[in-house]
């Protein structure tokens, strides 16, 4: 029985991801190809470590986007986050414990903030969450006078540290945090709800669930995510700075949908936003690797986002179309039997 169940799981994984995994082998096989360093284990652990961030915000912009939402303040809470925590530990003199807590607790708080006020008024998502990027922005420059915040030196082992001298702490944190998004998005009556809200709000309200309650929940959720990568950002490089975490929204957004995450909402797994920051991070160090100048990579990652939205339609507009030919079939059938026969013949 449990290996049906695995062999099941195996298939469906597969059948949902085949697409891009296809197109991760054959573009790690080209680049190898041209960089034999490419497959290197030092260089496969610094693509896992790059991409640590973008996929623990895209964990958090899957669950917004799967209730038909978005957050675009996760780049500036980023920020806000990395701030607050390098001004407790420098200027307060506070533990470094403290200073943890305090800047994850600001990312909580900011995404508490999104969720209750798209609870409590009918403002879009992408209005809200793109005020309180401004807002969180503009407190990163309050916090640090427009100056960076530098930390003690030792901090950096939270951001820049190894797990027996071989695996990136960043990356331990990003498997962590997947394997309970995962639990919590596939296993909990929550992760039900969410996709129940994001697949017919409507039918979602009429079976009593409570709407207001999970969309707090998810964008709380999305900003504690945020202010974690703010305390990992904070601690790679030993400073708050007020423009840290710029456009990062934008790498989770890329992340989700290349990962085949419905722009409508109502279907995506967490595993396939891993997936696709993974592509985007091999395609980042394959095209440094290459000397391809950083804003290539900028129109590339565009590219790629508006590829894997443009998919995502066509795909939805021929499941809509689906029945519909069903229906003229069938209705083409009773109107012609001899038709029938010979099918059947």
Known sequence: MFERMFLGRKSTFLRDNGGILIGLIVLSTIIAIVQPSFLASKNIFNILRSISTMGIIGFGMTLCIII????LSQG???GLSACFCAMLISNLHLPFGVGIIGGIAAGTLMGGINGFILCRTTMPPFIVTLSTQLIARGLCYVITMGNMIYVSPSFSIYGNGYLFEVIPYPVIY????????????AKSRLGRNIYAIGGNIEAARFSGINIKKTTWIVYTVSG?????CGIIACSRVAQGSPITGNAMEFDAVAAAYLGGISYLGGEG??????IGA?????VANGMSMLLVPWYIQSIVKGLIILGAVYFDVTRKRKEAELPIRKRETQKELEKNPQTTQTIQG
Do not use: P, R
Not at 68 to 71: A, E, L, S, T, Y
């Open 68 to 71: 038909n939402g978005i957050d």
């Open 76 to 78: 500036s809470v980023i």
């Open 174 to 185: 990003l498997f962590i945090i997947f394997i309970a998004m995962y639990l919590l998005l």
């Open 278 to 282: 993974i592509v985007l991070g091999v």
């Open 269 to 274: 797994k967490i595993g396939s936003t891993l």
């Open 224 to 228: 504690t995510l945020a202010g974690i």
